[in-house]
């Protein structure tokens, strides 16, 4: 299995434009999960869903990131402004069942750099 | 999740046995104990798993205390490839990673 996939790897933008996050989990697992890593606040968990449906985004920080999984081979994280402060790597991960009695497969993670 | 408390850095030599210790104290009683690890620049990785007992894995071993309040997760044969962020997470519902332990393991 190729594992969980992410584009872009990298991606730089300017404050205020719009960025999109594509994430493809391993085939067959029914959670994705998206977390963000910087160096003030370590690796935080933004959103997670079941079988394609939004679980709990309590970590989102705010209304300018939105989350969608159209389907099981794909989800996108979307932050429009952009706003320097979210610049971090974006990690997606995917997991064939829940937390406690799974492992997560995590991507190689998309870096952002906002201007 | 429950807190927990690691090290904030330890070294070990390669070739010997690294112990990693993680302090839980406020675990519940349906709250996993899990370990990863995170390469440089790379995603973290799974190692293992365990609630009450003792598990072993190709990587690693996980030893519980038999009160839950801490754990420690044992990589037998440390490699310079084993240098990582190695993080220890009490969990029943979300996986919240906290500050972890940098291994350095040295030649």
């Known amino acids: 299995d190729a594992g969980v996939i992410q584009s872009p790897r990298h991606e730089v933008t300017e404050m205020g434009q719009e960025v999109t996050l594509r994430c493809k989990p391993i085939s067959g697992h029914d959670y994705l999960f998206w977390y963000r890593q910087t160096m003030m606040r370590g690796l935080e968990l933004l959103i997670y869903f079941n079988n394609n449906v939004p679980i709990d985004d309590s970590g989102m920080p705010e209304d300018r990131f939105s989350a969608k999984m159209p389907n099981a081979s794909f989800s996108t994280l979307k932050i429009q402004p952009s706003e320097p402060r979210d610049s971090a790597v974006y990690f997606c991960?995917?997991?064939?069942?829940?937390?406690?009695?799974?492992?997560?497969?995590f991507g190689e993670g998309s870096r952002l750099t906002v201007l | 999740d429950a807190k927990t408390t690691q090290p904030p850095s330890m070294d070990c030599a390669e070739g010997r046995a690294a112990n990693l210790p993680c302090n839980h104290s406020t675990i519940s009683g349906n709250e996993y104990v899990y370990w990863y690890r995170q390469i440089h620049s790379q995603g973290p990785q799974y190692i293992i798993h365990?609630?009450?007992n003792n598990e072993t894995n190709e990587m690693a071993s996980l030893i519980i205390t038999e009160d839950r309040k801490s754990s420690t997760l044992i990589l037998p044969h440390a490699t310079l490839r084993d240098t990582a962020v190695y993080y220890c997470?009490?969990?029943?519902?979300?996986?919240?990673f906290g500050a972890g332990t940098t291994v350095t393991v040295r030649a």
């Open positions: 365990g609630l009450k």
């Open positions: 997470i009490a969990s029943y519902y979300k996986l919240s």
């Open positions: 991960a995917s997991s064939l069942s829940s937390y406690n009695t799974g492992e997560l497969f």
